[in-house]
């Protein structure tokens, strides 16, 4: 089965500084990665996704992740922090085959002006 | 706008009783899945229709039952009602082949 870790249920930047969430998975075939973004009081946004094409992936907002086979990571990063980016990340797996989400536990992100 | 449509958006009810959620896909998908989202469990799948057949199951417990129906849309039905029960509920569908996954903007179910 596969799963996900994300490091940090907390995380805090000021406006204009990096911006790093980590997430970590844990699948026995080769997995497809997804961000999700989760805006107060709303559903769940697709930021980007990995599906086994080009290991560094663009999403939108400035966004971007780098699936690293050897790390077993995808973290999300974004170069220059803004206020509208303070939400609730949500790092997610699925495999070929079995097309569920798992969701790590989310990283709500703090934009410190 | 992610195209999937979930109502209603806010349902308030009372242990013991029973309700529907409804979901509309995207136009074309013909994959539609169900998510609970609680405090304690986080986001945890439920269940996966495709083409109003049932393909996968997950945490899904035996009070609750979906379906979905040959125009595509689905309903998720929660019976016996407990306080434990209140959570997001979202439907999410993708397209035949299609890995992403687009969520609608959930239904907030309160059990009192």
């Known amino acids: 089965a596969q799963s996900v870790t994300q490091l940090g249920s907390h995380v805090s930047v000021s406006e204009g500084a990096l911006v790093l969430l980590r997430c970590n998975y844990s699948s026995s075939v080769p997995p497809y990665l997804f961000w999700y973004v989760q805006y107060p009081n709303q559903g769940l946004q697709l930021l980007l996704k990995?599906?086994?094409?080009?290991?560094l992936v663009k999403g939108i907002n400035g966004f971007e992740a780098e699936f690293k086979k050897s790390e077993t990571s995808f973290h999300l990063t974004k170069p220059s922090a803004h206020m509208s980016d303070a939400a609730e990340y949500f790092c997610a797996v699925s495999v070929f085959g079995n097309e569920k989400l798992t969701f790590g536990t989310g990283t709500r992100l703090t934009i410190i002006p | 706008d992610s195209g999937v449509t979930q109502t209603p958006k806010h349902l308030i009810t009372a242990t013991g009783q029973r309700v529907t959620l409804r979901c509309s896909p995207r136009s074309g998908d013909l994959s539609v899945y169900w998510y609970q989202q609680s405090l304690d469990q986080g986001l945890q799948f439920l269940i996966q229709y495709y083409n109003g057949e049932e393909r996968a199951k997950g945490n899904i417990l035996e009070r609750f039952s979906a379906q979905q129906f040959p125009d595509l849309h689905s309903e998720l039905n929660l019976s016996s009602l407990e306080l434990g029960d209140s959570a997001l509920y979202f439907c999410?569908?993708?397209?035949?082949?299609?890995?992403?996954?687009?969520f609608g903007p959930g239904t907030r179910l309160l059990v009192l």
């Open positions: 990995y599906t086994s094409a080009a290991t």
């Open positions: 999410a569908s993708s397209a035949q082949g299609e890995k992403t996954q687009y």
